[in-house]
């Protein structure tokens, strides 16, 4: 919605069509005439329309005959939202949305008039040049304003760390090493370097998610939980969300999976 908040922006008349309603349409097309790497989204979204439209055609949402038990030919289902910007989203996914907006800067003076954000000379190529890393990415499972990823308990974690990491030490399932760093030393083997990622991503894993932000993070932090116990050491750490500040901390021995029945 912000990339077309942007192409859009004091857009030609001429280029953005007098009878068409979706403006962005209008340019990609209008781009796709001379710009080859417009042109192939403009087939791929062409294709997808056609596909939505013959599914919303068949008799409660079913596939013709030839097509079921189909796996290549099967339509995709495609949710309001990414139907009303699917033509960003198609040249996003296809990793070519930087090169098409960095045509539309080099060109802007077809398509934009003169105080318009892609034809200035600062702020247009820097929108490229943003788009760059979001075009790097796999989008194999995009995010839906109706679902939202929340954070798993702790005891789930753990119970996915341990599933995870049992292919890896076949020697001894049941006792899991700690999330401790090792220290590298000159016969240090690829092994070694593996554990250490994974133990980084189970901790991540384990304290952020995509609702909150974190601010900062501390191993072996010792908390008390009563007078009369030993202190226990965890993994402190600090997140903001859009709301408040919330302090997480959690026994190294959750995390290693070796609590146990311990109190």
Partial sequence: GVVEACLLHMLKRRAAGFLRTDKVAALFTKVGKTCAIAGDVCKKVQELQQQVESRKNQPNGQEPLKRQGST?????????????????????????????????????????????????????????????????????????????????????LVQRHRIHGAHGRQDSPSKRPALGIRKRHSSGSASDDRFAASAREYVESLHQNSRTHLLYGKNNVLVQPKDDLEAIPGYLSLHQSAESLTLKWTPNQLMNGTLGDSE
């Fill in 72 to 156: 290549t030919s099967k339509t995709p289902v495609l949710t309001p939202q990414a139907i009303k910007h699917i033509w960003v989203r198609t040249a996003l996914i296809e990793k070519v949305l930087d090169k098409i907006v960095q045509y539309i800067v080099d060109n802007c003076s077809k398509y934009y008039e003169k105080e318009a954000l892609l034809a200035d000379p600062v702020c247009g190529p820097i929108l490229a040049s943003l788009l760059v890393g979001p075009c790097a990415l796999e989008y194999t499972k995009l995010k839906t304003a109706d679902h939202y990823w929340t954070d798993p308990s702790a005891d789930e």
